[in-house]
């Protein structure tokens, strides 16, 4: 199954969320869909569901680099995170709930520039 289609299956999952992290070296991708610990309402517009997204890239040497964390409606967000995965960031794509702001902030924050 290629990237693409791994994603996709994952947010037709139901899915809160999805993670894109390198594991080991850079090369080698580890995606994981997840779900939040305690439930809250999404927030939503009326083109689709709103979501924080938190991205960052890999130097060969570890050094983090174009760190960056915004808000965006996502109308097919498996598409979207193709997409960032096969221009080589890494990072988090969630639902943003009324509780997801601070888990989203706690990441940022361990997500550290060298």
């Known amino acids: 199954m290629d990237i693409k289609e791994t994603i996709k299956e994952i947010f037709d999952d139901g899915v809160d969320g999805i993670t894109f992290f390198p ?3 850079l090369e080698n991708l580890e995606i994981r ?3 939040y610990d305690k439930k809250s ?3 939503t517009t ?3 569901n709103i ?3 938190v991205l960052y890239k890999c130097t060969e040497d570890g050094e983090i680099t174009h760190k960056d964390n915004f808000v ?3 109308t097919d967000p498996h ?3 193709s997409h960032i995965v096969e221009c ?3 990072g988090v794509v969630t639902k943003k709930t009324k509780r997801s702001t601070k888990f989203i902030r706690e990441l940022y924050t361990k997500i550290t520039l060298t």
Do not use: M, N, R, W
Request: aromatic letters at 24%; zero cysteines.
């Open 23 to 25: 594991q080991g070296d």
């Open 33 to 35: 869909g997840f779900l």
């Open 41 to 43: 309402k999404y927030e």
């Open 46 to 48: 009326s083109l689709g």
């Open 51 to 53: 979501f924080h997204i």
């Open 72 to 74: 965006a409606v996502l």
């Open 79 to 81: 598409v979207y995170v």
């Open 88 to 90: 080589g960031f890494y």
